[in-house]
T-cell receptor, first 114, second 114 residues
């Protein structure tokens, strides 16, 4: 069965620091990969997604993620964070046993100090 | 568009009580789903629907019922609430029945069962 690991549950950074949030999954077949974000007081929303093609995916607000198949990873990056990036970030991967189910990581709470 | 709406935002129940969490979307999406989010865990799928009249179980369906009589509405029923159902519940919808499309989330319902 598929599982998703987000190793950092809490991350605290200063503004302008670089960000990398880890996401690893266990199933090695064809995968669809997502990063969702929940800003304080707002709905969960899609940050970026990967289905096929260029393994470097660009999303909203300057975020990007790189799919590395050999490492079963889909890490989220941003070169310079802002206070407004304070949020909880979730990685999700399709369940290979279902066409309709995503498997979610536990989330990473990111706090940016002004 | 209102997007995905959920009511109530907060609810406290006593063990054994029943209630219905409401979810509605005005985007004419075929796919709707219910998740629960618990501390330190990712979102877990409870039930989903790929269209009016069609529902199926997700990862954690026990203790919950759903129905989909219209495209717009997808209520979640707790038959006999238990403390283990204390959680935050999210409803989501997507244009397509598969998982290659973006999911749009509601604001969540925070449920406490005493």
């Amino acid at each position: 069965a598929q599982s998703v690991s987000q190793h950092n549950h809490h991350v605290i950074l200063s503004e302008a620091a670089s960000l990398e949030l880890g996401c690893n999954y266990s199933y090695g077949g064809t995968v669809n990969l997502f990063w969702y974000v929940q800003y304080p007081g707002q709905h969960l929303q899609l940050l970026l997604k990967y289905f096929s093609g260029d393994p470097l995916v660009k999303g909203i607000k300057g975020f990007e993620a790189e799919f590395i198949k050999s490492k079963f990873s889909f890490n989220l990056r941003k070169p310079s964070v802002q206070w407004s990036d304070t949020a909880e970030y979730f990685c999700a991967v399709n369940d290979p046993d279902s066409n309709y189910q995503l498997i979610w990581g536990a989330g990473t709470k990111l706090i940016i100090k002004p | 568009n209102a997007g995905v709406t959920q009511t109530p935002k907060f609810q406290v129940l006593k063990t054994g009580q029943s209630m219905t969490l409401q979810c509605a979307q005005d985007m004419n999406h075929e796919y709707m789903s219910w998740y629960r989010q618990d501390p330190g865990m990712g979102l877990r799928l409870i039930h989903y629907s790929v269209g009016a009249g069609i529902t199926d179980q997700g990862e954690v369906p026990n203790g919950y019922n759903v129905s989909r009589s219209t495209t717009e509405d997808f209520p979640l029923r707790l038959l006999s609430a238990a403390p283990s159902q204390t959680s935050v519940y999210f409803c989501a919808s997507s244009p397509l029945a598969g998982l290659t499309d973006t999911q749009y989330f509601g604001p969540g319902t925070r449920l406490t069962v005493l």
